[in-house]
């Protein structure tokens, strides 16, 4: 790299740092150092353009309307947890292989590289199928999609850890969002704000942009100066996830942290119950915006905010993040069962939305921080595939759980995700400090 160059993004770095010499390393190695700089910045950037891809290809939004669009809205309820889950519960088995390997980013740019060419399948099916052939080829699509973010969740951590020195990485993480949350709020106002019902191609242009955004990401990605790491586990890959599994017995603070991190899904779960509740108040469409700009919102104001919190205790951030979540979780249930669902006031559901995803940035960055701080080595790798895959088994069983109380009401879901949310937070205080270690 240009000397000029290097100088630049040194100084760069030592503003976002916020220390004159840029170079604090904790838990990592000096080779690796020298190079975190232009190592911050290239993963910061792999992850904006992901977090754009996201955006282009939300389940919640862009693929229910495609299911519809092409007929066939009775697959609409399987992408969310395809999306999630698929991505979570391979992680085990792809753990096992990732952690084998000294050089660890290849698996990164091979998942986000999956990832485009998964996209691409999804604008084919919706551009060449029709009816339930459509729908079918987009959850296949969409299957392979989660398997490759599965290996970019696995090698992302432990590049991350790698590369990135303690104290450093919480704000990574919280800048990235912080980005890719303006820019959501630009693209979100540029495409569905006061528009009418978009046509087919236009959304197939869409599935395009996205393709295009994670095959740049993953060349990005490819140019991190990633340092030979430690490699175990040379056996078979299921056979070594299987063992794996043996950490949540044997090892008690790590399988405290999967514990807290089951009751803190509460964060994520209980935000459409609010769409669904809000489209009893407005026209669906407007609302939709609404809910959108909040979402775009929340994380470009609060990420960057709770990553600097997270590299002096993430642990206090996933306290904090819990409270709040489960606190609007309460208060928009108790308000519900008091007062019932027709309050009279459009924006109290956006308005606790927006609050709940301000909470659900802070409890996602706590505990990915958290995480990443509590191990090194191998055991990185071992605690995120063992946590992911088991977090993605809880998913489909407390999705399938409130789905089943949701029979009751939507009041009772909230209530209910609002009290998982206060039993997280109690849980997240008995947690150890990892971040200073």
């Known amino acids: ?16 740092a916020n220390e004159e010499d840029a170079r604090v390393c904790k838990d990592i190695p000096d080779e690796a150092c020298r190079e975190v700089p232009r190592n911050f910045f290239l993963i910061l950037a792999a992850n904006v353009l992901t977090k754009l891809g996201d955006l282009l290809i939300s389940p919640k939004t862009v693929l229910a309307w495609l299911m519809s669009a092409v007929g066939a809205p009775a697959l609409v309820a399987w992408l969310v947890p395809i999306r999630e889950s698929g991505a979570l519960i391979p992680q085990m088995v792809i753990g096992a292989w990732v952690r084998r390997k000294a050089v660890r980013k290849w698996f990164w740019t091979l998942g986000s590289v999956g990832q485009s060419v998964s ?81 087919l191609a236009f959304y197939t242009v869409l599935l395009l942009l996205a393709a295009t955004l994670w095959l740049i990401a993953g060349a990005l990605f490819a140019g991190v100066d990633e340092y030979r790491g430690e490699t175990g586990g040379g056996g078979n890959a299921l056979r070594q996830a299987i063992h794996s599994l043996s950490l949540l017995r044997d090892d008690r603070p790590f399988r405290h942290f999967v514990i807290t991190r089951a009751l803190l899904l509460c964060s994520a779960l209980a935000a459409p119950y609010f769409v669904v509740l809000a489209q009893t108040q407005s026209e669906p469409g407007w609302m939709l915006g609404i809910f959108l700009l909040a979402n775009s919102l929340a994380s470009s104001v609060s990420a960057s905010v709770w990553g600097w919190m997270a590299d002096s205790s993430s642990r206090q951030v996933m306290i904090r993040g819990a409270a709040i979540a489960s606190g609007t979780c309460l208060a928009v249930g108790t308000t519900g069962l008091i007062a019932g669902t027709d ?22 960055l ?18 995120t595939a063992v946590s992911n895959t088991v977090i ?32 997280g937070t109690l849980s997240a205080l008995r947690l150890r400090e990892v971040t200073g270690d």
Not at 395 to 407: E, K, Y
Request: with cysteine; net charge positive; hydrophobic share 50%.
């Open 366 to 383: 706590g505990r990915k921080t958290y995480l990443v701080d509590m191990a090194g080595g191998n055991k990185r790798t071992d605690y």
């Open 119 to 199: 996209v691409l399948a999804m604008a084919g099916s919706v551009w060449f199928l029709e009816g339930y052939r459509a729908g079918g080829g987009l959850l296949v699509a969409l299957i392979a999609f989660s398997l490759s973010r599965g290996f970019c969740s696995v090698a992302m951590k432990d590049v991350q850890g790698k590369c990135i020195p303690k104290t450093r990485r919480g704000r990574l993480s919280g800048l990235a969002t912080t980005l890719g949350g303006t820019a959501t709020v630009v693209l979100t106002g540029l495409l569905f704000w006061d528009r009418g019902d978009p046509t």
């Open 343 to 364: 309050i009279g006031s459009v924006w109290l559901y956006p308005v606790a939305f927006f609050v709940l995803s301000i909470a659900h940035a802070g409890v996602r």
């Open 392 to 423: 993605g088994v809880i998913l489909l069983i407390t999705g399938g759980l409130t789905a089943l109380v949701s029979l009751i009401s939507e009041v009772a879901v909230i209530l209910t995700l609002g009290l998982m949310g206060l039993a």
């Open 1 to 16: 790299m240009p000397a000029q160059k290097k100088d630049t993004l040194d100084q760069l770095y030592s503003l976002i």
